[in-house]
C-alpha cells in the first residue's frame, strides 16, 4: 500500500530570523514511517524541521509552513491509499512577513490569521479506496473534540492524544471511529503503538465509511 505520512511542526516566519512554532518532535512520525516500512508499505513522508531520526527507505519531502506542507499533502494525496496526518501544524501564521529583522526594546504584536486546516481539506478530496487517519492533542477529558473531529474533517479514525504526553516517549492514545467504538491500547512508547496505529489503519480498508 503507500502510505502518506505527515510529521513535526511547522514554523510560520515572523521576520528573518524568528517564526511561531510548537515543540512537536516528529516522533510520532517518524515511527509510524519505521513501521509502515517494516510491513513492506510504500512510504512518503511529508515532515518539517525535526530533530528525531527519520527513518531511511522512504520518499522524504521536507517542508517549513503549514502552507507547503497543505500543497504537498494535496498534491501527493491522489497517489496513495492511507493518509496518516501526525504532524503539528501551526493554527495560526503572520500575517506580514517582515522583511527585515525586527529590533528589540519597545512593546509589539504580531497580527495572525488562520493556516489552511490541511487534513479537512484532504477529507473533502477523499475516494472510496482511500482512508484518512488524523491525531487530536486535547487536554485529558477533551475527548469529545477528537470525535467531533472526526465528522467534521471526514476522517476514518481519529487518535485522541493528550496534550500532557506531547513531549514524552510514552503516548496514552485513545483510538476512535466514525461508528461510535473507541479502543484504548495499554500504555506503550511511540514505536509500539506505531505499529498497532498502521495495523489498524490497514483495517480500516475492510469497512465501509
Ligand atoms: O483541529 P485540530 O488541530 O485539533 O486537528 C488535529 C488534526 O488536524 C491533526 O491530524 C493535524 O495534523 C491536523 N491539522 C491540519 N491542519 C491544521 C491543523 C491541524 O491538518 N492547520
Redesign the pocket.
Given at each position: 500500500m503507500r502510505v502518506l505520512i505527515?510529521a513535526g511542526p511547522t514554523r510560520e516566519p515572523i521576520d528573518p530570523v524568528r517564526y511561531i512554532g510548537n515543540r512537536s518532535s516528529g516522533k510520532m512520525g517518524a515511527a509510524l514511517a519505521a513501521a509502515a516500512i517494516a510491513a513492506g508499505h510504500e512510504v512518503t513522508l511529508i515532515v518539517g524541521p525535526v530533530s528525531a531520526a527519520i527513518p531511511t527507505g522512504i520518499r522524504r519531502i521536507d517542508i517549513e509552513t503549514?502552507a507547503q506542507m497543505h500543497a504537498a499533502v494535496l498534491r501527493e494525496f491522489p497517489e496513495h491509499e492511507l493518509l496518516i496526518?501526525?504532524?503539528?501544524?501551526a493554527?495560526f501564521r503572520p500575517v506580514r512577513l517582515e522583511s527585515r529583522k525586527l529590533s528589540r526594546g519597545q512593546a509589539m504584536s504580531i497580527e495572525c490569521e488562520p493556516?489552511?486546516?490541511?487534513?479537512?481539506a484532504a477529507g473533502a478530496t477523499k475516494r472510496p479506496d482511500q482512508r484518512i487517519v488524523?491525531?487530536?492533542?486535547e487536554a485529558r477529558g477533551d475527548i469529545d473534540r477528537a470525535r467531533e473531529?472526526l465528522v467534521r474533517?471526514n476522517l476514518d479514525m481519529v487518535v485522541y492524544n493528550p496534550i500532557e504526553t506531547m513531549e514524552s516517549q510514552a503516548i496514552e492514545p485513545v483510538l476512535l471511529w466514525r461508528d461510535g467504538r473507541s479502543e484504548t491500547p495499554p500504555g506503550q512508547g511511540k514505536g509500539e503503538f506505531a505499529k498497532l496505529l498502521l495495523d489498524r489503519s490497514i483495517l480500516l480498508f475492510n469497512r465501509k465509511t
Open positions: 505527515t503549514a496526518m501526525a504532524a503539528a501544524v493554527d493556516t489552511e486546516d490541511i487534513v479537512a488524523g491525531f487530536s492533542l473531529k474533517k
